[in-house]
């Protein structure tokens, strides 16, 4: 495989917040439990008119003018979200089309939360087998669309955005890419998961009726799997690249919740100051949540050329990711 590199960043987050206040007023919460519990201040949520390619697009197009390049020299296109446009055509193609991305192929990939780690293996591999010269990651979700807000347990948590990667060959010897462990344990999935809507239970009235078309989460399930999990699939990449935690600069872990990303890092030998959390200004964006927090992580000067980069995520399925990037700009 040769060396890929990741060449520019960008990302969107819709205008309109939604503060732990605002949701204090719609359901039995308080914003002293939701920060105490979740780390969580405030998320960002799409307007109406706004659906998850329209965000992707946004955080495209902003990784290619970061590059100074044109749609026209992308290659391939994978869009991460468990919140698609529609079933069908997939985002990749509604993103294609709205940046004039005339030579790529793509597809949406579903891993929920571990989704951009997932796009980043597999972008990562294409231009690495030398098939492909730019292909461009998007994690965007627009949550706000199947969250219940009339229940506590799950509307906090989450929030809308998107972000996008550009993958690139590396000359050797370059920063880029050092090794990827991403696992399923499928018998995780009925902790997390959204009922109705697909061939097992189409959409109907009835349905629409139990309200089974929103995330549906036993919460603590998930907390405790993710807690182990995260630290331990970082902790054997790691190892498999010979890599001590004090060698990585930045973990850049998923933002579900600090309590998780504090017991992984703590369980993974993690300083505080080695670990990016900016749950607080965008709660859980699902796919988007690293692309994000790398944003912020360059933007607070965090991270620079030649840095240690560890991505980590556990989400629905359940699955697990993690990566380690030689940052290259
Ligand atoms: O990216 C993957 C996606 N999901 C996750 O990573 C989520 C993982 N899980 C979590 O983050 C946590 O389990 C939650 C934040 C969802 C819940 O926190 P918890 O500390 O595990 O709370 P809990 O479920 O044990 O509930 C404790 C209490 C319950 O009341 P009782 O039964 O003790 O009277 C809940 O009903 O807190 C109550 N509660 C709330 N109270 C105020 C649950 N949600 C709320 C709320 N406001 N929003």
Same mark, same amino acid.
């Given at each position: 495989?040769?060396?890929?590199?990741?060449?520019?960043?960008?990302?969107?987050?819709?205008?309109?917040?939604?503060?732990?206040?605002?949701?204090?007023?719609?359901?039995?919460?308080?914003?002293?439990?939701?920060?105490?519990?979740?780390?969580?201040?405030?998320?960002?949520?799409?307007?109406?008119?706004?659906?998850?390619?329209?965000?992707?697009?946004?955080?495209?197009?902003?990784?290619?003018?970061?590059?100074?390049?044109?749609?026209?020299?992308?290659? =391939?296109?994978?869009?991460?979200?468990?919140?698609?446009?529609?079933?069908?055509?997939?985002?990749?193609?509604?993103?294609?089309?709205?940046?004039?991305?005339?030579?790529?192929?793509?597809?949406?990939?579903? =891993?929920?939360?571990?989704?951009?780690?997932?796009?980043?293996?597999?972008?990562?591999?294409?231009?690495?087998?030398?098939?492909?010269?730019?292909?461009?990651?998007?994690?965007?979700?627009?949550?706000?669309?199947?969250?219940?807000?009339?229940?506590?347990?799950?509307?906090?948590?989450?929030?809308?955005?998107?972000?996008?990667?550009?993958?690139?060959?590396?000359?050797?010897?370059?920063?880029?890419?050092?090794?990827?462990?991403?696992?399923?344990?499928?018998?995780?999935?009925?902790?997390?998961?959204?009922?109705?809507?697909?061939?097992?239970?189409?959409?109907?009235?009835?349905?629409?009726?139990?309200?089974?078309?929103?995330?549906?989460?036993?919460?603590?399930?998930?907390?405790?799997?993710?807690?182990?999990?995260?630290?331990?699939?970082?902790?054997?990449?790691?190892?498999?690249?010979?890599?001590?935690?004090?060698?990585?600069?930045?973990?850049?872990?998923?933002?579900?919740?600090?309590?998780?990303?504090?017991?992984?890092?703590?369980?993974?030998?993690?300083?505080?100051?080695?670990?990016?959390?900016?749950?607080?200004?965008?709660?859980?964006?699902?796919?988007?949540?690293?692309?994000?927090?790398?944003?912020?992580?360059?933007?607070?000067?965090?991270?620079?050329?030649?840095?240690?980069?560890?991505?980590?995520?556990?989400?629905?399925?359940?699955?697990?990711?993690?990566?380690?990037?030689?940052?290259?700009?």
């Amino acid at each position: 495989m040769r060396n890929v590199k990741i060449s520019a960043l960008g990302c969107y987050v819709p205008p309109r917040v939604l503060t732990n206040d605002d949701l204090a007023k719609m359901v039995d919460t308080s914003n002293e439990w939701i920060l105490e519990r979740t780390g969580i201040l405030e998320r960002h949520i799409a307007d109406p008119d706004m659906a998850t390619s329209d965000m992707a697009v946004m955080a495209a197009k902003a990784a290619l003018e970061q590059r100074g390049i044109g749609g026209e020299e992308i290659d =391939a296109i994978i869009v991460c979200t468990v919140t698609p446009d529609h079933m069908f055509p997939s985002t990749a193609c509604l993103v294609q089309h709205q940046i004039g991305a005339k030579k790529a192929w793509g597809f949406d990939l579903i =891993a929920a939360c571990s989704g951009f780690v997932y796009g980043l293996t597999t972008g990562a591999h294409l231009v690495g087998a030398g098939t492909h010269k730019k292909v461009l990651v998007i994690g965007a979700d627009t949550m706000s669309r199947i969250i219940d807000y009339q229940d506590r347990t799950t509307c906090v948590l989450f929030g809308d955005g998107a972000g996008a990667m550009l993958i690139e060959p590396a000359e050797e010897g370059e920063p880029g890419f050092v090794g990827f462990k991403n696992e399923i344990d499928g018998s995780g999935g009925p902790a997390l998961k959204m009922r109705a809507g697909g061939s097992r239970l189409p959409a109907s009235a009835e349905t629409v009726a139990q309200r089974l078309h929103y995330v549906d989460q036993d919460g603590q399930a998930v907390f405790k799997f993710a807690v182990r999990r995260m630290g331990d699939i970082s902790a054997d990449l790691l190892a498999e690249c010979g890599i001590q935690s004090s060698d990585v600069k930045l973990m850049i872990p998923h933002q579900a919740n600090i309590r998780i990303i504090n017991s992984a890092a703590h369980r993974l030998g993690m300083k505080p100051e080695q670990v990016m959390i900016n749950i607080e200004r965008y709660g859980n964006t699902t796919a988007a949540t690293i692309p994000l927090a790398t944003r912020d992580a360059i933007a607070e000067g965090k991270m620079a050329k030649g840095d240690l980069v560890l991505f980590t995520a556990v989400g629905a399925g359940f699955t697990s990711a993690a990566n380690l990037w030689r940052w290259a700009y």
